[in-house]
């Protein structure tokens, strides 16, 4: 009869450890998207095609080609290469030049 008891306490109180879990990790994930929610509408597309990091975009094309420097040293390769391209798309013929180099030189693109 102890036995029976002691095994019905114990089977509770997992269940109510179980559904506190539940609870938190489904309030977890709500916040989370909330989250991702708000973040995507406050940053710009880089250009809205699949397959290019979403990331906001400097007006600036010296502004893109100095954060894509600086993603690159940071290991955000595809961010980095992402705006690397937007400053030689749309920066001047330095800017532009600077942006084909250091393209050419991570394997991106080759120049003729």
Do not use: Y
């Not at 002691?6 to 309030?27: G, P």
């Not at 929610?37 to 975009?57: C, F, M, V, W, Y």
């Not at 502004?63 to 290991?75: F, H, I, S």
């Amino acid at each position: 009869m102890d036995v029976c008891v002691c095994m019905a306490v114990f089977i509770i109180i997992l269940v109510v450890i179980i559904v506190m879990i539940r609870r938190q990790s489904s309030e977890d994930s709500k916040l989370d998207s909330v989250d991702l929610a708000d973040r995507a509408n406050s940053t710009q597309s880089l250009s809205g095609k699949e397959g290019i990091p979403d990331i906001k975009i400097p007006s600036d094309p010296q502004m893109a080609l100095a954060q894509g420097r600086l993603l690159l040293v940071q290991d955000r390769r595809a961010e980095g290469v992402a705006l690397l391209i937007h400053a030689l798309r749309e920066g001047p013929p330095d800017v532009s030049q600077e942006a084909s180099h250091l393209l050419e030189e991570l394997g991106e693109i080759e120049t003729f």
